[in-house]
């Protein structure tokens, strides 16, 4: 079932959002240039990216305004209302301190938004973000000209989708899909305004004034240049480059790490997304001893786990995992430091006199979860 559309009020504007799963860190996803959030829910390649995203945060949607389904109010509004717009749907949504994920465009809105609001602001995650464009003004006023006089033709999108993303290309109903996402998105005035206004930006001012982590993602080969450019002018930002080749390979190698260490010590594989696992044990100590093996191992492939570990009874249907437990070890989970295995007292408790050590990690809420738990971190085995 598709979450409720709700709205966001923003200087007289209704601006669309929606709130899916309840993952203890708000993440916002900021998206690249148009949006809808009906659309976005019927397609397979945005409903697996939602769904993956809501499994480990609590997830919060938006389309722009002027895009979707949000009002326009007017002539198109420049970055800093656009950044107003963004606070609005996270007070709405409840969202004191978030993570942003931007994509193209929307990495200028993100930025803006964190060196704004540095104390609402957890992180960023920039894909494929610019500080400013380069273009000539000749090129872009030619480009803009096109844009609006063959917006919503299959010719066009196929032209653009070659460009970003040629393995959904050989596909007719990839190529179908990728068209009709714009056309939904926006009227062609709105995609003219959207795209002159990318083309005007300039962040280069605003990017040394952004504190809180950032991370910056490029695909190799895309407009690389302009990502490192953005990674550089933020102090501390880190960069990650990985083409979809390798970071398939990449993920294979991580997938076959931690099914052996589950074979080895007696897991069940219940689920997995994108690069998340989880796994029953019938016994507290293999979980932790698997856990550990999996940390050590994925360090070789350059990666950092975190490892979240509860007992306690579970529903089981039809070889589904589920109950109060479950929620309990995901949100264990969710508290673990990078490289780190997370247990309940519960599971501390148990393993008493195996020649397991922990470290203190204090008293936490657990949301959804009645009372408060302490938790507990693995030392080296």
Known sequence: MEPDIRYARSGGVSIAYQVVGDGDVDL???????????????????????????????????????????????????LETRMEDLHAVLDAAGSERTVLLGSHDGCSLSALYAATYPERTRAIVLFHPASHSEWLQESTERDLADLRERWGTQEYFDEILEMTC????????????????????????????????????????????????????????????????????????????????????????????????????????????????????????????????????????????????????????????????VVIGARVAALAEGGEVLVSKTVKDLVAGAGVDFA???????KGVPGEWKLYAVRAI
């Not at 809808?36 to 997830?59: D, M």
């Not at 203190?360 to 657990?366: D, F, I, N, P």
């Open 166 to 325: 040629r393995t959904l290309a050989n596909s007719e109903e990839d190529r179908l899909w990728f068209a009709n996402w714009p056309r939904v998105g926006a009227s062609p005035s709105v995609a003219v305004a959207l795209n002159r206004a990318w083309f005007e930006t300039d962040l280069r001012d605003v990017l040394p004034a952004v504190r809180v982590p950032t991370l910056v993602l490029y695909r190799e080969g895309l407009a690389e240049h302009d990502s490192r450019e953005v990674a550089r002018l933020i102090p501390g930002a880190h960069e990650a480059k990985l083409g979809d080749r390798a970071w398939r390979e990449l993920l294979e190698r991580h997938h076959a790490l931690v099914r052996r260490e589950l074979t080895r010590y007696r897991g069940n594989e219940k689920d997995t997304a994108g690069d998340g696992f989880f796994a029953t044990f019938y016994a507290p100590a293999r979980a932790i001893r698997c856990a550990q093996a999996v940390v050590y191992g994925v360090r070789e492939l350059g990666l950092q786990v975190r490892a979240g570990l509860h007992t306690g009874e579970c529903e089981v249907h039809e070889d589904k995992v589920a109950g109060l437990a």
């Open 28 to 78: 916002a996803y900021v998206p690249d240039y148009v949006s809808n959030l009906v659309y976005g829910w019927q397609s397979l390649h945005w409903r697996r990216f939602y769904q993956a995203l809501a499994r480990s945060f609590r997830l919060i949607l938006f389309d722009k305004r002027g895009t979707g389904l949000s009002d326009l109010g007017g002539h198109y509004p420049a």
């Open 360 to 366: 203190e990690r204090g008293t936490q809420k657990l």
